[in-house]
C-alpha cells in the first residue's frame, strides 16, 4: 500500500537554527512529490515539485530535496513567519490518470524569535 | 480574488443533518477535488472530478455525493450526518490530472470546518 511518514511531528526552533523535515514514502513508482506550507486555519499552499532523485528545489530559505525512498526540506535560518505546518505528498505512477496525491501526516514547525 | 473559494467556512449542525458545501475556483482548471483533513491533520482524498466528469471516488460512505455543475464549480452533499464527519473539508484544483505533473499542481481553498454536535 502507497505509504508517506513524514518526521517529526513537531519540532520547535530559535531564531536562525537551521533544520530538516523528513519525508520517507513507499510508492509502487514515484511519478512525483509535492511539499505545501500550511497556516492555521488556511488551506495548504503549495511549495515545490520534485520529479527523481538527486533533484533539489529552493525558495528563500527552504531547500526540498530528493532520493529514491525519502525527501527532506531544508530549513536555513529560519524565522517566525516560517511557522506553520509543512506537509508531504506523493503522486505514484500508477495514479497517472487520476492525478491522486497521498498526503503524510505533516510536520508542525514553531520558530520562536 | 480568491483562486479556490469555499462556502461556508464554519459549519454547526445536529446529528442527522443533511448538509451542503460549496466550492468554485476561477483559475480555469478542468480538475477539481474534496479532501477530507482529521483532527491530526491527515489529509484524504475523497473525491476528484474532471470537466464535470468523476474520476477519483474513494472509500467514501454513500451519504457523501458529490456534484459538478460546471467545471468551475465542485459541490459536497452530506445527508443523515454522523459525528464522526466533524472534520476539516478542503476543496482543491488543478489545471489538469494527467500530462505533465505541473498540471497536477493543486491548489487549495481555505477549508471549510464542520462540526457536528
Known amino acids: 500500500e502507497d505509504q508517506v511518514t513524514q518526521s517529526p511531528e513537531a519540532l520547535r526552533l530559535q531564531e536562525g537554527e537551521s533544520s530538516s523535515l523528513n519525508c520517507s514514502y513507499t510508492?509502487?513508482?514515484?511519478?512525483?512529490l509535492f511539499w505545501y506550507r500550511q497556516d492555521p486555519g488556511k488551506g495548504p499552499e503549495f511549495l515545490f515539485t520534485?520529479?527523481?532523485a538527486g533533484e533539489e528545489k529552493e525558495k528563500e530559505r527552504l531547500k526540498a530535496t530528493l532520493t529514491k525512498k525519502e525527501s527532506f526540506l531544508h530549513i536555513t535560518a529560519p524565522k517566525p513567519e516560517d511557522s506553520a505546518t509543512y506537509l508531504c505528498?506523493?503522486?505514484?505512477?500508477?495514479?497517472?490518470?487520476?492525478?491522486?496525491?497521498?498526503f503524510g501526516q505533516g510536520t508542525t514547525l514553531q520558530v520562536k524569535p | 480574488d480568491t483562486a479556490v473559494s469555499q462556502t461556508p467556512k464554519y459549519l454547526v449542525t445536529q446529528m442527522g443533518n443533511d448538509k451542503s458545501i460549496k466550492c468554485e475556483q476561477n483559475?480555469?482548471?478542468?480538475?477539481m477535488y474534496w479532501y477530507k483533513q482529521d483532527s491530526k491533520k491527515f489529509l484524504k482524498i475523497m473525491f476528484s472530478?474532471?470537466?464535470?466528469?468523476?474520476?477519483i471516488n474513494e472509500t467514501v460512505p454513500n451519504r457523501f455525493s458529490p456534484k459538478s455543475p460546471d467545471k468551475a464549480h465542485l459541490n459536497l452533499h452530506i445527508n443523515s450526518l454522523e459525528l464522526g464527519d466533524s472534520a476539516v473539508y478542503f476543496c482543491?484544483?488543478?489545471?489538469?490530472f494527467g500530462g505533465g505533473l505541473a498540471k497536477n499542481i493543486q491548489y487549495f481553498g481555505a477549508g471549510t470546518r464542520l462540526s457536528v454536535l
Open positions: 505528498a506523493v503522486q505514484a505512477k500508477g495514479s497517472s490518470n487520476t492525478g491522486k496525491l497521498i
Open positions: 483559475l480555469g482548471h478542468d480538475t
Open positions: 520534485l520529479y527523481s
Open positions: 510508492v509502487s513508482g514515484l511519478r512525483g
Open positions: 482543491a484544483s488543478s489545471q489538469d
Open positions: 472530478y474532471n470537466n464535470k466528469e468523476l474520476i
